[in-house]
């Protein structure tokens, strides 16, 4: 059974950072890409970042980019989010997610991702 957790979130003033991350039990995650969502209050679930299996590709969404860093350590199945110049409009429940099939790479398309992470709330004050 393939379990994603989220971890790292919290309460952070406008220009800060976090960093998430997602442990993954019940499957190597080194032969998968992973994606993070987003959900605010009121609005769908929309594309943050994602990353190819190995690492080598990495996709952002045009509101993150420049700012937040999608990256893995396939040694520790993890996935990371590091997320700098925080902003108020980034307050959403962040979601870690990855697709059923391995060698896999959808980046944006939630539909493609089969296993999601519980979320973790991200609040950024003004």
């Known amino acids: 059974q393939v379990q994603l957790v989220e971890s790292g979130g919290g309460l952070v003033q406008a220009g800060g950072s976090l960093r998430l991350s997602c442990a993954a039990s019940?499957?190597?995650?080194?032969?998968?890409?992973m994606g993070w969502f987003r959900q605010a209050p009121g609005n769908k679930r929309e594309f943050v970042a994602a990353i190819s299996w190995s690492g080598r590709r990495t996709d952002y969404a045009d509101s993150v980019k420049g700012r937040f860093t999608i990256s893995r350590d396939n040694a520790k199945n993890t996935v990371y989010l590091q997320m700098n110049s925080l902003k108020p409009e980034d307050t959403a429940v962040y979601y870690c997610?990855?697709?059923?099939?391995?060698?896999?790479?959808?980046?944006?398309?939630?539909?493609?991702?089969?296993?999601w992470g519980q979320g973790t709330q991200i609040t950024v004050s003004s």
């Open positions: 019940g499957r190597t995650l080194s032969s998968y890409a």
């Open positions: 997610a990855s697709p059923r099939r391995p060698y896999y790479y959808s980046a944006a398309y939630s539909s493609d991702y089969d296993y």
